[in-house]
């Protein structure tokens, strides 16, 4: 007899951010209540294979099994399979994103299943457990990936992005809250400092000052942006920012809409920080004669 079980939950977050969130497996242990730990084996950018580990049951047995795992991202599919079956014949399991709204999306997990002759429960027995399960844990992920999208972000939350000058961070963004028509951030530059100029193809781009004073030019013409004032820098229009006060100036970002990729984003039309003293030492260099 063959097993099949079939649930699903509407989550309000878009589907992209659902994604991400369901897949990112070494999260898994803090997704799920049934899993303690997760070891990745092998993975390449479409699969993985890895030891997923429950807590104990009630007896106080710790359950633990090997399975792969196989993305389909155009598809908004997964398929999964045990590899080490256990009380199984075979296990597959099939997830599906379906994007009901721009902040909607429904996950359905199907398993198809049959259990060994010799396994200590009937597949009556392990389809009635799996649907239970399947409800509570579904439940649960829904909880945990819109609770994720209220996450509250301080600036030493996030790595700083220092190539273009300046201490840079992107904190809401669709990695980490699953925005879906921007993303904003905020940048400290020292007296004198500056963000190295670029564009943005795609995004409109709105800077507002909260404290110092920059200098911000606009495909070479200089504006300057006083504290509490803010300034809108246009699709495709080249600008840098520059501190020109005597103090350390903060300013926010947002820039929207979203580019069809992060990389095609900004557009450097200049070399970062790190780039001019690699070009200033070549210079320095040749005038010396080394390297001839």
Same mark, same amino acid.
């Given at each position: 007899?063959?097993?099949?079980?079939?649930?699903?939950?509407?989550?309000?977050?878009?589907?992209?951010?659902?994604?991400?969130?369901?897949?990112?497996?070494?999260?898994?242990?803090?997704?799920?209540?049934?899993?303690?730990?997760?070891?990745?084996?092998?993975?390449?950018?479409?699969?993985?294979?890895?030891?997923?580990?429950?807590?104990?049951?009630?007896?106080?047995?710790?359950?633990?099994?090997?399975?792969? +795992? /196989?993305?389909?991202?155009?598809? !908004?599919? %997964?398929? @999964?399979? #045990?590899?080490?079956? =256990?009380?199984?014949?075979? $296990?597959?399991?099939?997830?599906?994103?379906?994007?009901?709204?721009?902040?909607?999306?429904?996950?359905?997990?199907?398993?198809?299943?049959?259990?060994?002759?010799?396994?200590?429960?009937?597949?009556?027995?392990?389809?009635?457990?799996?649907?239970?399960?399947?409800?509570?844990?579904?439940?649960?992920?829904?909880?945990?990936?819109?609770?994720? +999208? /209220?996450?509250?972000?301080?600036? !030493?939350? %996030?790595? @700083?992005? #220092?190539?273009?000058? =300046?201490?840079?961070?992107? $904190?809401?963004?669709?990695?980490?809250?699953?925005?879906?028509?921007?993303?904003?951030?905020?940048?400290?530059?020292?007296?004198?400092?500056?963000?190295?100029?670029?564009?943005?193809?795609?995004?409109?781009?709105?800077?507002?000052?909260?404290?110092?004073?920059?200098?911000?030019?606009?495909?070479?013409?200089?504006?300057?942006?006083?504290?509490?004032?803010?300034?809108?820098?246009?699709?495709?229009?080249?600008?840098?920012?520059?501190?020109?006060?005597?103090?350390?100036?903060?300013?926010?970002?947002?820039?929207?809409?979203?580019?069809?990729?992060?990389?095609?984003?900004?557009?450097?039309?200049?070399?970062?920080?790190?780039?001019?003293?690699?070009?200033?030492?070549?210079?320095?260099?040749?005038?010396?004669?080394?390297?001839?």
């Amino acid at each position: 007899m063959i097993g099949h079980t079939d649930n699903a939950i509407e989550i309000d977050a878009p589907s992209s951010f659902v994604w991400t969130q369901t897949n990112n497996l070494s999260d898994w242990p803090n997704l799920f209540s049934e899993y303690a730990e997760i070891e990745i084996l092998e993975e390449t950018e479409n699969s993985a294979t890895f030891r997923l580990t429950m807590h104990p049951d009630d007896q106080g047995r710790v359950w633990s099994w090997v399975s792969e +795992r /196989r993305w389909d991202t155009e598809q !908004g599919v %997964v398929r @999964a399979r #045990r590899i080490e079956k =256990g009380p199984f014949e075979f $296990m597959n399991l099939t997830w599906t994103y379906r994007e009901l709204g721009p902040d909607r999306t429904e996950l359905r997990w199907v398993q198809d299943f049959e259990m060994r002759p010799d396994a200590p429960v009937d597949t009556a027995w392990m389809t009635d457990n799996i649907n239970r399960n399947s409800a509570v844990q579904l439940k649960l992920i829904k909880d945990r990936v819109e609770q994720r +999208r /209220r996450l509250v972000v301080g600036f !030493g939350d %996030v790595p @700083a992005n #220092r190539r273009r000058g =300046g201490d840079l961070r992107t $904190m809401i963004a669709p990695p980490n809250v699953g925005s879906s028509s921007g993303f904003c951030g905020a940048v400290r530059l020292a007296p004198g400092e500056r963000v190295s100029e670029h564009y943005h193809p795609y995004s409109e781009e709105f800077l507002f000052v909260a404290s110092g004073t920059l200098q911000v030019d606009l495909d070479g013409e200089a504006v300057t942006v006083p504290g509490e004032h803010a300034l809108l820098v246009p699709r495709n229009v080249r600008h840098r920012l520059i501190n020109i006060g005597d103090d350390e100036a903060l300013a926010v970002f947002q820039l929207s809409p979203l580019a069809p990729a992060p990389q095609l984003g900004h557009v450097d039309t200049e070399p970062g920080p790190e780039e001019r003293a690699v070009l200033v030492g070549d210079g320095a260099a040749s005038r010396s004669g080394v390297g001839r």
